[in-house]
């Protein structure tokens, strides 16, 4: 049947459907092109050898900062070491091979049990992980499951005919989650962190009311700190038939130890790129998964993998009060795929265990530099701990000048300048696959930054001194990135 045309395939056998490669009626597809849109003259194709081409991209894959390379501990981002067997077995030829439309072809279902396998399971996972009911796989990014899951609350409101107008959400919070909420139609409602570093019971009390449609959480937070309050914050946003929204970015601190839906969440995202070990960085590709609990289920997107009496897998997409489709297709598949594998290979166990040393290799880093740089929070922190280089800045070294003394160093400096709540922000995430001896040398270099900022601050100001371009004038960079360097 795939030998077929392709126009063949799709008249014939989707039904109700209409096909993705048929022009539109009255369109001759092979009508030749208007002279107009011809070209003119030749085509300046660049000529280069073989050995040019090779050149060139290796030069550019060694220009290239990656975990696989150095120390990357980037806050927030969960950058850590993505084992080579989960990409050998998203590169299985069973899986590459299959073409995208196949499921939905009259019998391209039977071609597709093994990839809807991986899915079914992939959401059975999630599911036993988080304590939620179902997921849908189908956002491709942390982000874009915030959209898919704020959708869901202005469905559900919708759908119950309430009138609701806010969602509320932490000053601490990751830009996106405003950024979510308003695009869905909501006013952002900010609520304010304790000095402890976690969220303000009080000023949520006096900012909650009926037009409140939700609350949109990241546990632990971007400071490190695991808000043991939820159940009050939970009691408090359901009181007015709010939803609460789990950022699920910081998951890899709590796996086995503490799941969302077990403490009253009704949505939430995982960033399947962070905490289960797919790669990322320059703009994906990710996935995002979104589970909910049984007040959002009806709601999810399509399609959806069922299981059917007799085992086999399907596709389906009869759910009228869906929010629709999110993304094409079924997400980001070979993303799943790779989650997917990892999540066997660990099993439960694993998975708890690297949690454990995620928390304790930040804690590890706290209590080495907490002698040298303020930590605002001086407790036992998560997965990452946020330092303030204000020790620093008294003697004219800036949060973003020992970002820059690392990248001389070879490191990817910390997230600096976030969570904004904290002034001078260096927040350092190191991850469970780093060795005690890559992290007890990056806690040597960041001892030489404070002792450098102490005998020649001013040494800081032309730093990196080891790329090739200079550094940049930062306001100039905000305005005109091509002129903003100052060599
Ligand atoms: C990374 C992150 C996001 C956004 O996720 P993407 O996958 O990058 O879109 C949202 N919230 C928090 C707390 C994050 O760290």
């Known amino acids: 049947m795939l030998n077929q045309p392709v126009d063949l395939i799709f008249n014939k056998s989707v039904k109700g459907r209409r ?32 050995l040019d081409v090779v050149r060139h991209f290796t030069l550019l894959s060694r220009l290239n900062y990656s975990v696989d390379t150095n120390f990357y501990p980037l806050g927030s981002c969960t950058m850590k070491y993505n084992p080579r067997i989960t990409e050998k077995i998203a590169q299985l030829s069973g899986f590459t091979d299959l073409h995208p439309l196949l499921p939905q072809l009259l019998q391209g279902e039977k071609f597709t049990q093994g990839a809807l396998q991986v899915l079914f399971e992939m959401e059975e996972w999630l599911c036993e992980i988080t304590g939620m009911k179902a997921f849908t796989l189908q956002p491709l990014a942390g982000a874009h499951g915030e959209l898919a899951g704020v959708m869901m609350i202005a469905a559900y409101h919708r759908a119950k005919g309430n009138k609701k107008k806010y969602i509320i959400v932490p000053d601490a919070a990751h830009g996106t989650n405003p950024a979510t909420a308003s695009i869905v139609g909501y006013e952002i409602l900010s609520v304010k962190t304790t000095p402890q570093g976690i969220l303000d019971l009080d000023d949520l009390k006096s900012k909650v009311n009926n037009d409140v449609a939700g609350l949109m959480l990241t546990c632990p937070d971007t400071h490190g700190i695991f808000h043991s309050d939820i159940d009050k914050i939970a009691e408090i946003i359901h009181a007015v038939d709010g939803l609460m929204y789990y950022d699920g970015a910081n998951l890899n601190a709590i796996l086995g130890r503490c799941r969302p839906g077990d403490v009253g969440f009704d949505v939430m995202h995982i960033n399947i790129h962070k905490t289960f070990s797919a790669p990322h960085g320059g703009g994906g590709p990710g996935s995002g998964p979104v589970g909910v609990s049984d007040r959002l289920l009806p709601f999810l997107p399509i399609s959806r993998v069922i299981k059917r009496a007799d085992g086999s897998f399907a596709l389906n997409y009869d759910y009228p009060q869906s929010v629709g489709y999110i993304s094409s297709f079924y997400g980001n598949f070979s993303v799943l795929l790779k989650a ?53 800045v008294a003697r004219g070294v800036h949060a973003i000048d020992v970002a820059k003394f690392l990248i001389d160093k070879g490191y990817h400096p910390p997230t600096v300048y976030f969570p904004m709540t904290v002034k001078e922000a260096i927040m350092v995430e190191p991850t469970e696959t780093e060795s005690k001896q890559s992290i007890d040398e990056f806690i040597q270099v960041m001892i030489k930054a404070d002792e450098l900022s102490k005998t020649a601050p001013e040494s800081f100001h032309d730093m990196p001194k080891t790329m090739p371009i200079s550094r940049p004038d930062e306001v100039k960079a905000a305005k005109d990135i091509n002129t903003c360097y100052r060599g």
């Open 340 to 392: 997917f594998a990892y999540t066997l290979i660990l099993g439960g166990d694993g998975l708890k265990q690297t949690s454990d040393h995620a928390v304790l290799n930040a804690n590890y880093i706290r209590a080495c530099l907490k002698d040298y740089y303020t930590v605002p929070y001086d407790r036992i922190c998560m997965h990452e701990v946020v330092f303030s280089a204000e020790k620093q």
């Open 19 to 50: 096909g993705y490669v048929n022009p539109p009626v009255g369109v001759d597809a092979h009508a030749p092109i208007p002279q107009a849109f011809m070209r003119k003259s030749e085509c300046n194709w660049p000529e280069v050898s073989e």
